[in-house]
């Protein structure tokens, strides 16, 4: 059983492990692997991502069953753009056990309730995920020799 959680700024100290991992961010690969994310940006990063309450924005963490963090889900708008971008991540201990594949059906229905028509992803073209997001509803759009553009309408 997979729940929604909002973190505290604090308790930001999970996202900057998963991104730090490079097992959990091998499928960043083609984007240059690993992220820092040192605790003097964690501050102005929730403001953006969790305090404005502007709706260009979503972040939770994956907790299980036991009360463990074990990914995240996110969507934004960038500025300038109308396009909303789905984000799930699942730590790299967690993988195989239909986290995902939860994350994913959790983060379109909190899109939807938030009146998000329509979710959209890169990937880069070797990115197993893909066929998450497909067994998902999402299709296709585009791809290029580097990355493939998801789309679902939801």
């Known amino acids: 059983?997979?729940?929604l959680y909002e973190p505290k700024c604090e308790e930001l100290w999970f996202r900057r492990q998963m991104l730090a991992d490079e097992e959990t961010m091998s499928y960043n690969h083609a984007w240059g692997?690993?992220?820092a994310?040192?605790?003097e940006q964690w501050q102005d990063w929730y403001d953006c991502w969790l305090g404005s309450r502007d709706g260009r924005h979503f972040y939770r963490y994956l907790k299980d069953g036991d009360g463990r963090f074990v990914g995240?889900?996110?969507y934004h708008c960038?500025?300038?753009l109308e396009n909303y971008t789905a984000d799930v991540i699942i730590y790299a201990e967690?993988?195989?056990k239909g986290?995902?594949?939860r994350g994913?059906?959790?983060l379109c229905a909190a899109a939807k309730e938030n009146g998000i028509a329509v979710l959209y992803d890169d990937i880069a073209v070797d990115n197993p995920a893909l066929s998450l997001f497909l067994k998902h509803g999402f299709s296709e759009e585009y791809r290029t020799e580097e990355k493939i553009i998801l789309k679902k309408e939801l």
């Open 72 to 74: 995240e889900i996110a």
């Open 104 to 106: 994913l059906e959790l």
């Open 99 to 101: 986290y995902g594949s």
């Open 37 to 39: 994310f040192p605790e």
């Open 1 to 3: 059983m997979l729940t």
């Open 33 to 35: 692997g690993t992220l």
């Open 94 to 96: 967690y993988r195989g």
């Open 78 to 80: 960038a500025a300038g």
